[in-house]
């Protein structure tokens, strides 16, 4: 009898705070088929697609209560379907490189992302500290900050004071 009542508290429990993620748009609208969905993270277990509240779109199961980390396996669309905290006006809805965790970031942490629009914010929420700082070009992150204002500030003054002389 006690397992009875421990079981019916668990699914009770699951019931109350599981909660479905936010409808997104897999490639078919067969939500549960292999391959219309991008695979869900392996960490935590028993995370699924299933139809959205609208017809048409998909949504993850059962949010997990953390999603900025502990993950394995997170793509883009699962972290729009259950995003992570805001940052300040941006939501956590891109995974980061890791895949371990949704961030917020101004565009996606993945090949995918424009190119020469990388940002110290962005790299930072994206990589870590591994690779906090744009490259000056915006092209990429990198480990060191790279300030080629420094360079051109130097120059201009030495050009202005050449000039004065």
């Not at 993950?71 to 995974?95: H, I, N, R």
């Not at 992302?113 to 690779?131: F, M």
């Amino acid at each position: 009898m006690f397992i009875k009542k421990l079981i019916l508290f668990w699914t009770l429990v699951n019931f109350l705070f599981a909660t479905q993620g936010a409808d997104v748009t897999c490639s078919g609208t067969a939500c549960t088929t292999p391959g219309n969905c991008p695979s869900v993270p392996t960490t935590p277990t028993s995370l699924a697609w299933q139809n959205g509240a609208k017809s048409g779109l998909c949504a993850i199961n059962n949010c997990p209560s953390n999603t900025s980390s502990g993950l394995v396996g997170a793509s883009d669309l699962f972290c729009q379907s259950c995003p992570g905290s805001t940052t300040g006006q941006a939501k956590a809805v891109y995974s980061n490189t890791q895949m371990t965790g949704c961030v917020a970031a101004s565009a996606t942490c993945g090949n995918s992302r424009t190119p020469n629009t990388w940002s110290n914010s962005d790299c930072l929420a994206c990589n870590g500290s591994s690779q906090q700082y744009a490259k000056p070009d915006q092209s990429g992150c990198t480990a060191q900050q790279q300030s080629s204002s420094n360079i051109l500030l130097f120059s201009s003054l030495l050009l202005l004071s050449l000039l004065l002389i």
